[in-house]
């Protein structure tokens, strides 16, 4: 199958078609390139961020996925689904949701972890559809800062909970008794290069 133009959509079935190494995202009917792959350091603060959130979970029914696709809009059938994303991090409370290759309606939280290349789609595009689609937390990391912005969902529209940095502790909004102390996120061994 042919790679799609930037100003064409295509389904989620018609995405499926198409070479394992590319990755797409469609946002409001416009395709977003997914490649390259991203950065070490954001890599290891992904790992970092998915660790402190699945040893929380391991006892709990929510599950912790890492670039996984999801459609916002819940729909099940393929080849109705026009657009879909493919966050960093994402919780999922409700287990229908889950899919065997997707996500299919709005996860509890996404963390999205920037890149130059992605900077004001997480910041703006994204951050407004997650916003319209329900997502309750939303988590916008900056590795070159080393900075987490979080959005708490408040009768439907996200509000600025907090930009967090050096040994900060996040209080993660979805639970209770979650918190995330941000020294093990950007850990010194990261190389900052990366």
């Not at 790679?3 to 079935?13: C, F």
Request: charged letters at 30%; glycine letters at 2%.
């Amino acid at each position: 199958m042919a790679l799609p133009q930037e100003n064409n959509s295509i389904t989620y079935a018609e995405y499926l078609k198409l070479d394992e190494d590319i990755q797409y995202e469609v946002i409001d009917g416009q395709i977003f390139n997914m490649s390259p792959s991203p950065s070490v350091k954001h890599q290891a603060i992904a790992m970092e961020i998915s660790t402190e959130f699945n040893i929380y979970l391991r006892s709990k029914s929510c599950r912790v996925l890492a670039e996984i696709d999801v459609c916002l809009c819940g729909e099940k059938d393929n080849s109705k689904v026009k657009e879909w994303v493919n966050p960093d991090i994402v919780i999922v409370c409700d287990k229908n949701k889950i899919n065997k290759n997707r996500i299919a309606g709005a996860p509890d939280l996404i963390v999205e972890i920037l890149l130059k290349s992605t900077a004001k789609t997480d910041r703006m595009i994204k951050f407004n559809r997650y916003q319209r689609a329900g997502v309750k937390e939303y988590w916008i990391v900056d590795p070159a800062h080393e900075t987490i912005d979080v959005y708490i969902l408040e009768s439907e529209f996200y509000k600025h909970d907090g930009t967090y940095a050096n040994d900060e502790v996040i209080e993660v909004n979805i639970f209770d008794d979650l918190t995330v102390n941000l020294k093990n996120i950007f850990r010194e061994e990261i190389d900052p290069l990366y």
